[in-house]
């Protein structure tokens, strides 16, 4: 069995939290969330990562990674830079994070478990992950209406300075400057639909990952995740099975109708009454929540109007 670590990634909103939850619900992974996040919590880290995110989408390649390799390898080997965690975040609830995260780290690398990162920042990186860390890395896609029309109602937009002020990422990726025309720009459907177009471009050219299509693991959970596990490596159980369908049917009891749908911000979490899949482990609870997997796709254009539906295709056309 391979001991290779494992990465989930994808834009924001496009079910790795979700997809992560189900991959280590085997118990043979240790959930690290978002260790790119450049903000605190659950990124600025040091303990987790050592190494200072500068950017939203951080680009890491060969030209740059004298330091991040060093420090994903010790992420993905669990371990875990207590020192350096409290020189630099030592409020209360800092240093109970560190309890917790450095426990985790700890008993997981002792029971001889892999690392599952789950980190939307790394979808432009995705590549060097999977070259030079040797990462099973698996990048969500979600149809590009569903994908807008949740950052439409969260009141999400993206700042395309993020990603122009890398010059390692315009210099590998050139036709991310056509994103020029809408940096300062108020119209958040066409700057979703540009960055979704872009980031798919981008993961359609990448050799040694995994696309994924988060509707087709909405749409049939049990068959999609056991061929995610196949491309992870790990061991489909009864366990895993039971937990992965009674997680994607949502949290009420047969019978008692849909569960809710995922939700941005931290997250309830399975375990904590009956009906619910499986406990949290891991470094966090995060965006995913248990839900009817196939309601989540009936509600999926929510908050945009036929018009914005037909913009969305336009702009994301390929």
């Not at 999977?130 to 979600?142: D, K, P």
């Not at 050139?174 to 720009?185: D, F």
Request: with cysteine.
């Amino acid at each position: 069995m391979t001991r290779a670590p494992v990465l989930v990634t994808g834009l924001p909103r496009s079910g790795t939290s979700w997809t992560g939850k189900m991959l280590a619900a085997g118990g043979d992974l240790v959930y690290v969330n978002e260790p790119l996040n450049p903000q605190h919590p659950p990124g600025r880290c040091p303990g987790v990562l050592r190494a200072e995110v500068t950017h939203r989408f951080q680009y890491i390649c060969d030209d740059n990674a004298a330091t991040w390799l060093p420090a994903f390898r010790d992420t993905v080997a669990l371990r875990y830079r207590w020192l350096s965690e409290l020189r630099a975040n030592h409020s209360p609830y800092d240093l109970a994070r560190l309890v917790r995260h450095g426990t985790t780290f700890t008993l997981g690398r002792l029971a001889g478990r892999r690392a599952l990162l789950d980190d939307p920042f790394a979808v432009l990186s995705a590549g060097w992950f999977a070259r030079r860390l040797g990462c099973r890395v698996i990048a969500l896609v979600r149809d590009p209406v569903s994908f807008v029309a949740s950052w439409h109602r969260l009141g999400w937009t993206v700042y395309f300075h993020e990603l122009l002020e890398q010059p390692l990422l315009v210099r590998d990726h050139p036709g991310l400057l056509e994103l020029r025309a809408l940096v300062g720009s108020q119209d958040r459907i066409a700057k979703a639909a540009a960055l979704w177009r872009v980031t798919r471009s981008i993961l359609a050219r990448t050799p040694g990952i995994l696309i994924t299509s988060y509707e087709s693991l909405a749409a049939d959970p049990l068959p999609r995740f056991r061929d995610l596990y196949d491309h992870a490596a790990l061991p489909w159980t009864p366990a895993a099975e039971r937990r992965i369908l009674r997680a994607c049917t949502g949290p009420s009891a047969p019978g008692k109708g849909p569960g809710k749908g995922p939700g941005k911000g931290p997250g309830k979490g399975p375990g904590k009454g009956p009906g619910k899949g499986f406990a949290w482990s891991g470094l966090s609870r995060t965006a995913y929540r248990p839900m009817d997997s196939r309601q989540a796709l009936r509600d999926a254009a929510r908050g945009l109007t036929p018009e914005d539906v037909a913009r969305v295709r336009a702009l994301t056309a390929t």
